[in-house]
């Protein structure tokens, strides 16, 4: 086996989700695709975890998100939204900010951000995806990096031992600006986040790209790279 042959210590895959898209969204039967997809997910996931325990060695797979957007429910009064049949399994944005909530007339507090979630029912995957994914547990969240959701489902978050998020969000240049101009970007603020993992609490940390690679950043650094 090449592992043995070349003495490796580390499996990365980079990324695990482009070749299911890419096989399992030609067309055929929706429901049938998807379900083929989740066992051939489920497949991988054993032997990739069998291949790590038997061999010592760590394996490193690269994810793609998919973006998040708002329900028609989140569009609510919330008076409403509490009398709705909640949905059993369909990604939506597990957040939203203040301007949504006025445009609904509601009246929430920032912190509160859980009223708004597309269901209260906390069996249902719009409910506690944002624990699981990296994206939405944030009680101030800027939606450029919370309206996002990791690709490939339940299935293979089942299939791992740690997720890793990497998050990227903008810092805008401080003037004032004209009503309806666009903000600039002057740079972006890399965060690193262990959303769940069987041997480290969660945590996050600021993170820059440079010549030299990657490298962490003490907390409370300001950076724009």
């Known amino acids: 086996m090449a592992i043995k042959r070349f003495n490796v210590g580390i499996i990365i895959i980079d990324?695990?989700?482009a070749n299911y898209r890419a096989e399992f969204e030609?067309?055929?039967?929706?429901a049938h695709s998807l379900a083929?997809?989740?066992a051939q997910v489920a497949q991988l996931g054993t032997h990739l975890r069998d291949l790590a325990r038997s061999h010592n060695i760590a394996v490193v797979v690269a994810n793609q998100v998919a973006d998040r957007f708002e329900s028609q429910s989140m569009l609510a009064p919330l008076s409403q939204q509490?009398?709705?049949t909640p949905r059993a399994a369909s990604p939506s944005q597990t957040s939203t900010t203040t301007a949504t909530a006025a445009?609904?007339?509601?009246?929430?507090p920032l912190m509160q951000h859980e009223a708004l979630l597309s269901t209260s029912y906390p069996l249902a995957l719009d409910h506690q995806q944002r624990f699981f994914t990296g994206w939405g547990d944030d009680p101030m969240p800027n939606l450029n990096a919370t309206m996002k959701t990791p690709s490939l489902g339940l299935t293979w978050t089942n299939q791992l031992a740690t997720r890793i998020a990497l998050i990227r969000t903008p810092i805008y240049e401080d003037r004032a600006y004209q009503p309806g101009e666009d903000k600039v970007v002057a740079g972006?603020?890399?965060t690193m986040k262990i959303v769940f993992s069987a041997w480290s609490n969660e945590c996050e940390t600021g993170?820059?790209?440079w010549q030299g690679g990657v490298r962490g950043l003490d907390e409370g650094s300001a950076q724009a790279t």
């Open 15 to 17: 990324s695990i989700a």
């Open 26 to 30: 030609k067309g055929g039967k929706p």
């Open 36 to 38: 083929k997809r989740s």
């Open 82 to 84: 509490q009398t709705q």
């Open 103 to 108: 445009a609904a007339n509601i009246t929430v």
């Open 188 to 190: 972006w603020k890399r």
């Open 207 to 209: 993170y820059e790209i």
